[in-house]
Structures are given as C-alpha cells and as structure tokens.
C-alpha cells in the first residue's frame, strides 16, 4: 500500500520537486530508544513484539542484535536514516519471532520442510531419501546429504546450508563457522549472522516494506513470495505490526486514514 506523493497547496514553486509521503506504517522518530539511534524501538517495544514465552529471553537477545546492528554500521560507516534503520531493527525482530518463537537461536529439528520422508513400501529403511535433511542434500552450497546434516538451519535467522555459512560466517567476521558450524546456534554469533543477513538484503527488504508488501519483506529470509506464501509469514506480521503500534500509538489511526485516501490527498 505505498502512498503517492503530492505537491502541496497552491503558490507551490512548479520548479520545486514535491516531497514524498510517507508510507503509513514507516516508524517515526525521536530522542527514546538505544543510545544514538533516536528512536522509540527500545526494549519495551520489542518486549510486546514476542509471546510470553519469550519473554525471559529478550533482553539478553534485544542487546545481543542492537550491539551486532551498530558494529556492523559503524564498521561500514553506513549511511542510514533513522527510519531506515527502525525498519531493518522492527524487520530483524520479526524475523526472530517467525524463525524461533522464543529468542532462543535454536538448532533447527528434523521436520516436513527440511525432510522428505515416503511410507516404508516405497523406499527401504536405509535409504537415503529417509535420513533427516534430505531436502537440503544440494541446495545452498550443500554436495551431498552430510553437508545437509552438518549445516541445517541455526540461530536467529535459521540459517541453512554450506554456501550461506560460508557467505554469511565472512560477512559477519565469523571465518571458522565453516568448522564450527555449530556457533550459529549461540547467541552472540547468532546476533551477528542475522544483522549480516538482513544488511546485505537490506535493499529488498526496505522496498518492500516501503511498499507495504510483507509477503516479499518476510520472502527475503524464508523464501516463497505471492506465489507462494512464505512460513511463519502470520508471525512476522503480527509481530512487526506489534512493534509499530509500541513505537507510533497513532499507527492505527494513519493506516485507516491512508486506506481511505490512498492518494494521499
């Protein structure tokens, strides 16, 4: 749902381009928040992001990614607005809902979306079509079902597969994950691997989330897109849209306000 922008009342210069409006659901700014972000997207908002669950576990995660996130910006010397960067952190958060449930870089188990299993009249016992993973045997960097088996999804952001721990291990400083696959799983390096991933992805996700379109925001990490919609997509909405109703009390007033004039007018 982007919304058009317009010029302004009459007497505007013709010369004078007209400034954009905001997309209804961009997150607004101010003095709260993480030292030297300038926003609202502090612990409290990301709290009423996660379950009740969670919620033992949050502080130490939310330190965890602030501090990766602007390691990681600093290091680059990156030049982001602040609303930009609320985006990407509102994003990574709702990335952890949808990928762990609890902010807990979990080891992802054997299930139907990285194991294909058929009854036992159609394969043998030690085939391998059986053996957990399978699904991942060749894709994402993997030669084979041992490299399935080793690299299976891991931490915040479920990363999976031989080639992504090799990419995403360098770009966030981790060069021995190829070794040690299992660091992906703890939680400093977890907070790493997902702001490396969401940083290099960061172009696609800040347009579709622009846009409106959380389908193709949410497809960056998990895959899919409208024609097919990715999993965990209704918890990674409720949760971004969580976090930008903690963040803007009057978000629910603009949406509704934008979905009656989506002109902008």
Known sequence: MATASKSSAAGHSASRPAKPTPHPTAPPTSSKGPAGTGSNLNLDAVRKMF??????????????????????????????????????????????????????????????????????????????????????????????????????????????????????????GIHDLVANPGKAAEPDTAAKLLVAYVMEERSRILKALDKGDMINARAVVNGGGHHHIPNGMRHFQHAYTQGLEAIDPTLKDRVLEALKNPGGA
């Open 51 to 172: 379950p009740k669950q969670a919620q033992r576990n949050v502080t130490k995660g939310y330190q965890g990614v602030e501090k990766a996130f602007a390691e990681y910006i600093d290091k680059r010397k990156l030049n982001l607005t602040p609303e930009q960067k609320d985006s990407l952190r509102l994003y990574m958060y709702a990335t952890v809902v949808a990928e762990t449930g609890n902010f807990s870089p979990r080891s992802e188990p054997p299930n139907k979306t990285n194991t294909l299993t058929l009854p036992p009249e159609y394969v043998g016992p030690s085939d391998v079509i059986q053996s957990s993973y399978n699904k991942y045997s060749y894709k994402n960097g993997n030669e084979g079902l041992k490299d399935a088996q080793t690299y299976h999804g891991r931490g915040y952001v479920q990363l999976t597969g031989k080639g992504k721990y090799q990419h995403y291990g360098a770009a966030a």
